[in-house]
């Protein structure tokens, strides 16, 4: 290879590596779009448990989109 081909292949590989990053920085950099529910925990564990005890826990929800959160049904599991 003459050394002129290496540089341009030297530059097609860079702009190459340079548009697969910042690709890739924009993707992560988007806003959430709409309502994004996040629970810091998805489980308690009461451990060993008395007959008749009355159990309470509150689990946090967060809600980091952009939009309100509306949970409209809930399950225990």
Do not use: W
Not at 18 to 36: D, E, I, K, N
Not at 41 to 48: L, P
Request: aromatic content about 10%; proline content about 3%.
């Amino acid at each position: 290879m003459t050394d002129r081909l290496k540089k341009r292949a030297c530059l097609i590989v860079s702009l190459l590596f340079v548009y697969l990053f910042f690709g890739a920085v924009t993707a992560l950099a988007q806003s959430t779009v709409g309502p994004m529910m996040v629970m810091e925990e998805k489980s308690f564990d009461f451990k060993e448990v008395k007959e008749g005890d009355v159990l309470k826990h509150a689990f946090r929800v967060l809600n980091k989109g952009d939009q309100n959160l509306e949970i409209k049904k809930v399950q225990p599991g």
